[in-house]
Nanobody
Framework: QVQLVESGGGLVQAGGSLRLSCAASGRTFSDYTMGWFRRAPGKEREFVAAITWSGTSTYYSDSVKGRFTISRDNAKNTVYLQMSSLKPEDTAVYYC??????????????????WGQGTQVTVSP
């Protein structure tokens, strides 16, 4: 089992920044790719970003590329999502997730087995 707890969400004005954190416990954190997803009201869950277990590779959705940065600190069992130049359309519940298999780099939500409870991000115009 992997337990994930997100934090850092809140209300911010358009153009502002937020940093989300996701603390992991359970299995060996450094063996897992970590991903961030989001779900906006009335919309499907959307992939945001992913980072390999070593942190050497990252991948972003087109909608956040150049504005968001995913990173991780394996010594702290934590993955981060630095969000800048936020837009109202970034408003959503943000979830961190880990796939069911170790050392597997995936971006599809169906491949992610462990999920946090989510943290709300609201961007006002």
């Amino acid at each position: 089992q992997v337990q994930l707890v997100e934090s850092g969400g809140g209300l911010v004005q358009a153009g502002g920044s937020l940093r989300l954190s996701c603390a992991a416990s359970g299995r060996t954190f450094s063996d897992y790719t970590m991903g961030w997803f989001r779900r906006a009201p009335g919309k499907e869950r959307e992939f945001v970003a992913a980072i390999t277990w070593s942190g050497t590779s990252t991948y972003y959705s087109d909608s956040v590329k150049g504005r968001f940065t995913i990173s991780r600190d394996n010594a702290k069992n934590t993955v981060y999502l630095q969000m800048s130049s936020l837009k109202p359309e970034d408003t959503a519940v943000y979830y961190c997730a880990a796939p069911g298999s170790e050392h597997t780099f995936v971006t599809g939500a169906s491949m992610y087995h462990y999920w946090g409870q989510g943290t709300q991000v609201t961007v006002s115009p």
